[in-house]
């Protein structure tokens, strides 16, 4: 079954960087795009970040764009975000998950997910 | 990109049949699929329909999605509620390579 596992997370002060793992197992990781989806604490959903299963290409939510980046390991089967200028705004439950299409051209939709975990940037 | 705007809360007694809405502000709702998750306090989310009216494997077919183009919107519709049913639930759908995603609705099951 699939699985996906993050770490990573942790608290961080205002400005600070930080970088999240997520390994996946039980399926084929190269032949799906990954995304990252945050969750602010009391608050409902916000995608993140995409990844294509190739790693060519990726795309961001306006509010984290020139701060952070996906890549992607696929001899790995590992998918990275990487957190830079950290704001309070930050703070949240960081999901990553699996898209539902197999060698999708774009993002769709996620199929499974992982159990998060927790940025907290403090001032 | 648009918006996807649910109820924020919705209640029902066990046994019942609930529908929650989602209503795309611009665009057409069709033109993207639908995707809803649940998530139970404490977990993460979890798909329950995904493709408008597709379940994953596993999910009771007691969760059945829909598309209105009239009022250019999706449901989720939940038969034979059981107490397990109380969660918050999320639509989503894409565009241009971004996911958007609806604002929640929390159900309960009393």
């Known amino acids: 079954q699939v699985q996906l596992v993050e770490s990573g997370g942790g608290v961080v002060q205002s400005g600070g960087s930080l970088r999240l793992s997520c390994v996946a197992s039980?399926?084929?990781?190269?032949?799906?795009?990954m995304h990252w989806v945050r969750q602010a604490p009391g608050k409902g959903l916000e995608w993140v970040a995409f990844?294509?299963?190739?790693?060519?290409?990726?795309y961001y939510a306006d509010s984290v764009k020139g701060r952070f980046t996906i890549s992607r390991d696929n001899s790995k089967n590992m998918v990275f975000l990487h957190m830079k200028t950290l704001r309070l705004e930050d703070t949240a439950v960081y999901y990553c998950?699996?898209?539902?299409?197999?060698?999708?051209?774009?993002?769709?939709?996620?199929?499974?997910w992982g159990q998060g975990t927790l940025v907290t940037v403090s001032s | 990109n648009f918006l996807l705007s649910q109820p924020h809360s919705v209640s029902e007694s066990p046994g019942k049949t609930v529908t929650i809405s989602c209503t795309r502000s611009?665009?057409?709702?069709?033109?993207?699929?639908v995707q809803w998750y649940q998530q139970r306090p404490g977990s993460s989310p979890t798909a329950v329909i995904y493709?408008?009216?597709?379940?994953p494997s596993g999910v009771s077919d007691r969760f059945s999605g829909s598309i209105d183009s009239s009022a250019n919107s999706a449901s989720l519709t939940i038969s034979g509620l059981k107490t397990e049913d109380e969660a918050d639930y999320f639509c989503?759908?894409?565009?241009?390579?971004?996911?958007?995603f609806g604002g929640g609705t929390q159900l309960t099951v009393v």
């Open positions: 611009s665009g057409n709702i069709a033109s993207n699929f």
């Open positions: 493709e408008g009216d597709q379940r």
């Open positions: 990844i294509r299963f190739t790693g060519s290409d990726d």
């Open positions: 039980g399926f084929t990781f190269s032949r799906y795009g």
């Open positions: 989503q759908s894409y565009d241009n390579n971004n996911l958007v």
């Open positions: 998950a699996k898209d539902q299409v197999p060698r999708g051209y774009n993002g769709y939709g996620c199929h499974s």
